[in-house]
């Protein structure tokens, strides 16, 4: 409830928390029971029994004080802020007159907390004296950032000294501050201004104010969480951009950025990535990814890590480009299916398929095993190539699981599991009949080896891969275009030209990486954007422009990559 008087309502909401077993119970000890009266600006000693809440697992290290005037209803005075979790502090009482004050002790970054059992009397001041606030001693910054301090003084029983303000310790590298006026009366008020740069490292600190007024010298905290937006250190380290052959399963990495919480990290087909072109995009915790499928062979990806951290999400890493293994592949299908597995004695079934290319095999894969049966833990599955080479994908697993549409790759990250629903590493690699010729009967095998129960085979496909031989592209002119100011020329064959002795200038294609920023490009009169395409034919019919579109003279570029549509390319060029 919300213990308004004049009416209430009551709402809820579920809240998570783990219980440490050997920690606690963390309680307030003074003042608790029978604690004396205290008057305004005198300074107490708060204790708290820290039972183990400071050690791990619970961790703790701060906590917050309060004083309530109203017995524990509210507490709107936080007399300090993320003090050490030690058991004792030495606090000033503020100027809150009540007879019903009490006292909390909070964890600084957690939900467990303790009030002092019964109350106190604060008084007014027996003698001359001055007390000051802060307005808030505790800030979460991101860095760059700026803070002020309110401090407002009183003065009781015709206190007159004036109070001298200082910052005697912990203001951290590239932070500075100036107090309006260090000097006040004791009745006057200033604040205290900081100011922290991109320089400031990450992490927590204590600036210490010190106020001197007569005989008196007081220590007051401000307490800092500094979070830095720098992402210097973030780089990408696998596959580098440019990598050829890279294999279908890949492990991305980059370098740890100290002041990245997490992650972004995107995959994709084109340099625009955008929903269209993604193949992954995932927040991550760590500096690695593993996808859980299988790239394309023969295909160029493009990939980018975005540092974040609760203050900003950081620019993306520079694009890397890479290419997958390139590999001749057929994929072919049996056209002897379906065949039924009958329910009497142990049986085996074969299903063939047949191939007349010449050449030797680099990779096998099952693209697909469809079928069913009254208990899957009865069969073997055993892939047998045209030289009797056997391999077996799975045998014996699954119990009374009945239908299967799985398939078999080392490429795989997938250990087989049960029902059999996407692709797996086999029990035995098919590595085995790398180098075998292709030509000849490829043969599933399917072995029941217990009477009782039957099924059906219906569907075998099989990838056969043999290594591509090839030919990259080679840039042969790349040469600075001249452009009037706010003028307007062609891209032609003299000034960029690829070539590659497989394809035709129809089948080079170029990709627009990043793009101008003093001009446009257009094709065909139409304005370019980051991931469109043109081929040579379209440079060697000018098709291509450039307009600058700014007023003074400067350089511009833009970026690309050139692929030849049989795995070969050309890395990021400007």
């Not at 009781?156 to 260090?182: H, K, R």
């Not at 975005?306 to 890397?320: H, T, V």
């Not at 009945?402 to 035995?428: K, M, Q, R, V």
């Amino acid at each position: 409830r919300d213990n308004n008087p004049a009416g209430g309502a009551v709402v809820w909401d579920e809240v998570g928390f783990h219980v440490a077993e050997n920690s606690g119970p963390f309680f307030v000890t003074k003042p608790n029971l029978n604690p004396d009266d205290v008057e305004v600006g005198q300074e107490i000693e708060v204790k708290w029994d820290v039972s183990r809440t400071d050690l791990e697992p619970i961790n703790c290290q701060g906590v917050d004080i309060f004083l309530s005037t109203d017995n524990g209803f509210t507490f709107e005075h936080k007399v300090l802020g993320n003090t050490a979790n030690d058991g004792a502090e030495i606090i000033r009482i503020p100027n809150a007159i009540t007879t019903t004050a009490r006292i909390k002790v909070k964890a600084a970054n957690n939900v467990f907390f303790d009030i002092g059992n019964e109350a106190f009397e604060i008084k007014t001041p027996s003698e001359p004296t001055y007390i000051y606030t802060l307005n808030n001693n505790v800030f979460d910054l991101c860095l760059p950032a700026t803070a002020a301090v309110a401090i407002d003084s009183e003065a009781f029983l015709g206190y007159t000294d004036d109070i001298n303000f200082s910052v005697i310790s912990g203001l951290p590298e590239g932070g500075s501050v100036i107090f309006d006026a260090e000097t006040i009366s004791p009745d006057g008020s200033t604040n205290l201004n900081f100011d922290f740069d991109t320089t400031t490292p990450t992490g927590e600190y204590e600036v210490v104010i010190q106020s001197i007024s007569g005989t008196d010298t007081l220590l007051s905290s401000v307490f800092f969480t500094m979070l830095s937006t720098s992402f210097d250190d973030l780089a990408p380290v696998f596959p580098a951009t440019g990598s050829a052959g890279v294999a279908e399963s890949v492990d991305f990495n980059w370098t740890k950025a100290v002041n990245a919480e997490r992650y972004i990290f995107e995959l994709s087909q084109s340099p625009a990535f955008g929903s269209t072109n993604i193949v992954y995009e995932g927040s991550l915790n760590d500096t690695f990814y593993t996808p859980s499928f299988l790239l394309e062979k023969n295909a160029l990806y493009y990939w980018r890590v975005s540092p974040a951290n609760k203050c900003l999400i950081g620019d993306a890493s520079p694009i890397q480009v890479f290419g997958t293994v390139a590999l001749s592949c057929q994929s072919l299908v049996a056209d002897d299916l379906p065949k039924n597995i009958s329910q009497g004695p142990p049986v085996t079934i074969t299903s063939a398929i047949s191939t007349f290319d010449e050449g030797q095999i680099s990779a096998v894969s099952i693209k697909k095993l469809k079928g069913s049966h009254e208990r899957l833990g009865d069969l073997t599955f055993t892939l047998i190539s045209p030289q009797g080479t056997r391999a077996v994908m799975v045998s014996n697993r699954c119990g009374s699981s009945s239908n299967f549409s799985c398939g078999f790759d080392d490429s795989s990250p997938a250990e087989i599991s049960c029902p059999f629903s996407t692709t797996y590493f086999p029990e035995e690699p098919l590595a085995i009949f790398a180098g075998e010729p292709l030509q000849g009967d490829w043969i599933i095998e399917v072995e029941d080896d217990d009477a009782g129960n039957g099924g059906q085979l219906t569907e075998f496909e099989l990838e056969l891969c043999s290594s591509a031989s090839l030919n990259a592209p080679i840039l042969v002119n790349n040469e600075t275009l001249e452009v009037p100011l706010e003028g307007r020329n062609s891209i032609d064959i003299n000034l960029l030209y690829t070539t590659d002795e497989n394809n035709s200038d129809s089948e080079l294609i170029y990709t627009l990486v990043s793009n101008t920023v003093n001009g446009e490009l257009s094709m065909n009169g139409n304005v370019m954007i980051v991931g469109d395409q043109f081929t040579q034919v379209d440079i060697n019919n000018q098709n291509i422009k450039y307009t600058h579109t700014v007023s003074s003279e400067n350089v511009d570029q833009f970026t690309f990559t050139v692929i030849d549509g049989e795995g070969g390319f050309i890395d990021i060029t400007p």
